[in-house]
């Protein structure tokens, strides 16, 4: 085993000295986690798509603020939007704009 930086040396003495404690999910949040788990369990085909950076990076954004893997949030929100089940929820991240509300300027 390789040797303990100074931030796991921290977490180490601080479980060993009780200070850490467990945190109570819900069970919203359990049923959630059960649902990445068994979505990430059946899969059994590969699709590559093509994104722009930015919207990788707003998916990538959006899976950090959802605590999973921008892979299984991509695929949840496939899943939920054929299943129906798809619900849309106001990122607490900043919208960017989609340039849809500006207008060119022509010379």
Do not use: C, W
């Not at 590969?46 to 959802?66: F, G, H, K, P």
């Amino acid at each position: 085993m390789n040797a303990l930086d100074r931030y796991e040396r921290r977490i180490l003495s601080a479980f060993e000295a009780g200070k850490l404690k467990s945190v109570v999910t819900s069970e919203a949040s359990l049923r959630r986690y059960r649902e990445y788990a068994r979505a990430t369990l059946t899969k059994n085909k590969r699709v590559n798509v093509r994104l722009s950076t930015q919207d990788l990076s707003d998916i990538q954004a959006r899976a950090v603020e959802e605590g999973v893997p921008y892979q299984t949030l991509i695929s949840s929100v496939l899943h939920k939007f054929l299943t129906g089940r798809f619900v849309e929820r106001p990122s607490r991240l900043t919208a960017r704009s989609s340039g849809r509300g500006r207008q060119r300027r022509t010379a």
